[in-house]
């Protein structure tokens, strides 16, 4: 594998024993299993964050910049760098990631704690290969009982120009780097408009149409 997205999955499976002991002191009476499914037919999904929470706490908002934690996501699939700012923000009970790429077709369930009032789910993860693009939940209510579904489109971070070229897109299909400061882009978080064929990528193969990803959310436990 290469050495960007080498470092990132190092850099989750650290944060992973991290917010191991983050959900052991976390203290919550409810839990959640977040079940992921990914409903492309070429696109992989990077380690996925998944975090509960209060309301206030947001990973993006459309329109506006991406953050620099959202960036590192949505480029080279690090999930750290977020990791660090949620587990540092008293509003958040609990993080957790999936610590692995998930393919076409398959599906990954991450469980998550929340104390009393943080019941809003979120979750972001890149998608390969892209320049930046990613799936994400923002502050989704969690069901009081039972399940409830959400489905991610495909989003864009902004941060760097969609040229579709294997050399600056990590992962397995194209090996290239991961974040590429000062590229530019668009500027602001918007729905990804998927890919072209400007690059080394065929439309035919890794193009998609919204939307990429299904997730499930299930309460499992109160006390």
Known sequence: MFKPMRYALTAAAVSGLLLSSAAVSANGNISYHVTITNITSSINFTPILVT????????????????????????????????????????????????????????????VSATQGAHNISMASMMLPTNDGFIALNSVKAPRKGTVTYYSPGYDAGTEPNDELCIS?????????????????????????????????APDVYDWRNAVAKITISRINSH
Not at 61 to 90: K, M, N, R, Y
């Open 169 to 201: 897109i990590p992962g397995p299909t194209c090996g290239g780097e991961g974040l590429s400061p000062g590229a530019g882009g668009e500027g602001y978080v918007h729905i990804n408009r998927g890919i072209h064929g400007i690059g080394d990528l």
């Open 52 to 111: 509960s929470h209060r309301k206030g706490v947001s990973l993006y908002e459309l329109g506006s910049a991406a953050s620099d934690e959202l960036t590192a996501i949505a480029e080279g699939g690090d999930i750290a760098p977020l990791s660090a700012v949620l587990l540092d923000d008293s509003r958040v009970a609990d993080v957790q990631d999936s610590g692995d790429l998930l393919g076409p077709g398959e599906s990954v369930t991450v469980t």
